[in-house]
């Protein structure tokens, strides 16, 4: 009994790659023994393997079985150890999904996905965004950079973590940026000093255009002066921190009932939203546009950012326009084709 259980330490002390060999070499070596004493019993070398993994793992149909003394011996041979390889086995298994559950909560597993947005920064406004995403999109990956060592949403498979410096090349690679259709950069709170937030944004900008530029990227920006240098690195869209609340709020204050009204738009959990719209063909002028879509339920709102496009019902729709409506998610279904 000593040497069975100096064997099963020295087995649980292998590391993977060597356990697997020698799992393999034990039932292998067996299979060939197994056929060897008892040929007329297995009939050929595949038989023999059934028969030792189905002994091994105590099942025992009873199809085949040991006749001889020899057979016999070496069956209670396996009783013995290769329930001892199986336990090895499965202990192995939880600890490699142990492992991997582990590294996965501390970020240390890179993302093989695609088309994913990036979230960088973690913070209140970044779990909010966060539940935006999937309440609009919940088949959509989600990555999450942070310098922080834990991953805060782990209850949530579709939402990946890394652990890191969002600056770091090594660090945007594990993310998945070549692969990334969006990413969104938020303020670091962890910064008291204004212009260290929005440089260290700036940092995290100019690493992300430069190893994957084709990446659509968002920036919240804490002090507006600094938007011209984050136009430099040729970021997508900037968000002033904070600028939209106080805007609202004043809205709210002056006009009563304008806070519900950009509430709606600014999220698709409530209500109706902004969709782009595919340009029909037979839409010619803006005209056309907007009755056409009125009548299935949809409002047309603006072309890109030009929104007196309400203004200019008689002019005709360039090749390149892009329009939004305001709908709700059913209508756009029908607009899209879905």
Request: net charge negative.
């Amino acid at each position: 009994m000593h040497f069975l259980r100096l064997l099963s330490l020295k087995l649980m002390q292998l590391n993977k790659k060597a356990a697997a060999v020698s799992i393999v070499s034990f039932v292998v070596l067996s299979t060939t023994v197994a056929f060897l004493l008892e040929p007329d019993t297995f009939g050929n070398w595949f038989n023999a393997l059934y028969w030792v993994l189905t002994t091994m793992a105590t099942v025992g149909y009873g199809d085949y079985f040991a006749v001889t003394i020899a057979g016999k011996v070496f069956t209670i041979f396996l009783y013995l150890f290769g329930i001892g390889i199986l336990s090895l086995v499965i202990g192995k298994v939880i600890e490699a999904f142990a492992t991997i559950q582990r590294m996965r909560g501390e970020g240390m597993l890179s993302y093989k996905g695609e088309d994913h947005i990036i979230i960088i920064n973690w913070s209140k406004k970044a779990q909010t965004a966060v539940e935006e995403i999937l309440s609009h999109r919940p088949e959509i990956g989600i990555v999450i950079v942070d310098e922080s060592n834990r991953h805060p949403l782990e209850s949530m498979q579709q939402v990946h973590f890394i652990s890191g410096d969002p600056a770091e090349d090594e660090t945007l690679a594990k993310a998945g940026i070549q692969k990334a259709k969006s990413a969104i950069i938020f303020a670091d709170a962890r910064i008291d000093e204004a212009s260290l937030i929005d440089g260290k944004s700036l940092l995290i900008a100019s690493s992300i255009e430069r190893l994957a530029p084709q990446v659509h990227t968002t920036v919240e920006i804490v002090q507006e002066k600094h938007i011209r240098n984050f136009r430099h690195v040729q970021v997508n869209e900037f968000v002033l921190s904070h600028d939209a609340i106080s805007r609202l709020a004043v809205r709210s204050a002056l006009q009563e009932g304008n806070s519900d009204v950009f509430r709606q738009l600014l999220s698709r959990q409530y209500g109706d939203d902004i969709y782009e719209i595919p340009v029909n063909r037979a839409w010619r002028t803006y005209g056309d546009a907007f009755r056409g879509l009125l009548e299935i339920g949809a409002t047309l709102l603006a072309d890109r950012n030009d929104l007196s496009i309400n203004r200019k019902l008689d002019m005709a729709i360039p090749p390149d326009a892009r329009l939004y409506a305001v709908c709700d998610e059913a209508t756009f279904k029908r607009i899209d084709g879905h």
